[in-house]
């Protein structure tokens, strides 16, 4: 059974500050995403990482997989209060192209001005 | 404007009750999937289809049935079998195509059970 771990959970920070969020996942699995979620809203999707050693960055955000220690991070610099949100990653099994995404509980994101 | 439609916004059922919630893409995408988000929780995945008249029980399939019988029309029913049903209710899509695609989820349904 694929398992998907986000720590941490609950994040409080200062703007300008920069942060790592990690997304372990418990078996092979054939790509990775990222996805914001603003409170009552629906999820938008940030980034998907296809490879091992993949890098993607979009503005403050960048994300990078390791297929190999099935972990992924999502680096934030230089916050500022507008990425407030709560970010999930979700991972799709390695034997499953169409099968949905198996997520992580989410990293609730506060940042402080 | 292509994109992920679900309606209503907001569902109230009385308990014991079935109720259908809709799901309609424009993105010519042809895989559909339901999950139900809890508070504070991840998505669970409820049913997903890659094709027209077919569909494929996600992990918590238990008291929902879904239909396939157009690409662009994926609908959810919650029975009254579903012990727990008050959640929020996202439907996505994707292209099976393209390996590096995403899956691009719909507004929501916000489901309370009276």
């Known amino acids: 059974e694929l398992k998907v771990e986000q720590n941490p959970l609950f994040l409080s920070m200062q703007e300008g500050k920069n942060y790592t969020i990690y997304c372990n996942y418990s078996?092979?699995?054939?790509?990775l995403y990222w996805y914001r979620q603003d409170p009552g809203k629906s999820l938008e999707s940030l980034f998907v990482?296809?490879?091992?050693?993949a890098v993607k960055q979009e503005g403050r955000l960048m994300a990078s997989l390791d297929t190999k220690a099935r972990l992924s991070t999502l680096h934030i610099t230089a916050a500022v209060h507008d990425l407030s949100a709560t970010y999930f990653c979700?991972?799709?099994?390695?034997?499953?192209?169409?099968?949905?995404?198996?997520f992580g509980k989410g990293t609730h994101l506060i940042i402080q001005p | 404007d292509g994109g992920i439609t679900q309606s209503p916004k907001y569902l109230f059922r009385k308990e014991g009750q079935n109720v259908t919630l809709s799901c309609e893409q424009n993105?010519?995408?042809?895989?559909m999937y339901w999950y139900r988000q809890d508070p504070g929780q991840g998505l669970r995945l409820i049913y997903y289809?890659?094709?027209?008249?077919?569909?494929q029980k996600g992990d918590i399939a238990e008291g929902y049935s879904v239909s396939r019988e157009k690409k662009e029309s994926f609908p959810l029913t919650v029975t009254s079998a579903q012990k727990n049903p008050t959640a929020f209710y996202l439907c996505?899509?994707?292209?099976?195509?393209?390996?590096?695609?995403?899956?691009?989820f719909g507004p929501g349904t916000r489901l309370t059970v009276l």
């Open positions: 990482l296809l490879s091992n050693g």
């Open positions: 078996t092979t699995s054939d790509r």
């Open positions: 289809s890659q094709i027209v008249n077919d569909f």
């Open positions: 996505a899509s994707s292209i099976l195509a393209i390996r590096g695609d995403t899956q691009y």
């Open positions: 979700a991972v799709v099994g390695v034997g499953g192209g169409a099968d949905g995404l198996t």
């Open positions: 993105l010519n995408h042809d895989a």
